[in-house]
T-cell receptor, first 117, second 111 residues
């Protein structure tokens, strides 16, 4: 049963520190999404990639956030410097992104719970 | 851009009753509508989805209906059980594109 994996599962850091979150999409999936979940904002899209190319990062504060896909099996989300308002659960999701073949379902990873003190 | 509204925000039902959650979307180009269930501390998990070329889809106790003209879709859960208690999210997207989520419905099923 293939699953999206994320590391770390929990991260506590102090304000100003760099945070890196990693995601391994399901093998063969060509689309990777980063979502942030907070009680106040719900589930919001930060950025997504198709075939490793960034398609949309309009939901991401670009002065401190950056997202990359160094290769097809790894996506990273970095925050530098981190702030208390970045505290949230960050989910990665992957999919095949092929609507015409009914294979555009997105599968979520377990999330990284980030706490910035 | 797309905007998805979801109602109600909380829903309490007695075990065995039905539960209905409704969502509306703004972008007529949206053609994929999944529903996710999220239990406390867990990842969102897809429970059912529907594409714009069908009006209804059913999977055991769960069904989803889509009205493209009115731009709304609904989740129906029949014979609810305590394990159905969770937060349910609707979403909309266009052809494998980014999902825009509703704000979630917290469903509580009382024994």
């Amino acid at each position: 049963d293939a699953r999206v994996t994320q590391t770390p599962r929990d991260k506590v850091t102090e304000m100003g520190q760099e945070v890196t979150m990693r995601c391994q999409p399901i093998l063969g999936h060509n689309t990777v999404f980063w979502y942030r979940q907070t009680m106040m904002q719900g589930l919001e899209l930060l950025a997504y990639f198709r075939n490793r190319a960034p398609l949309d990062d309009s939901g991401m504060p670009k002065d401190r956030f950056s997202a990359e896909m160094p290769d097809a099996t790894l996506a990273t989300l970095k925050i530098q410097p981190s702030e208390p308002r970045d505290s949230a659960v960050y989910f990665c999701a992957s999919g095949l992104g092929l609507w015409d073949y009914n294979t555009d379902t997105q599968y979520f990873g377990p999330g990284t719970r980030l706490t910035v003190l | 851009g797309e905007n998805v509204e979801q109602h109600p925000s909380t829903l309490s039902v007695q075990e065995g009753d039905s539960a209905v959650i409704k969502c509306t979307y703004s972008d007529s180009a949206s053609n994929y509508f999944p529903w996710y269930k999220q239990e406390l501390g867990k990842r969102p998990q897809l429970i059912i989805d529907i594409r714009s070329n069908v009006g209804e889809k059913k999977d055991q106790r769960i069904a989803v209906t889509l009205n493209k003209t009115a731009k709304h879709f609904s989740l129906h859960i029949t014979e609810t059980q305590p394990e159905d208690s969770a937060v349910y999210f609707c979403a909309a997207s266009t052809r494998g594109d980014k999902l825009i989520f509703g704000t979630g419905t917290r469903l509580q099923v009382f024994p």
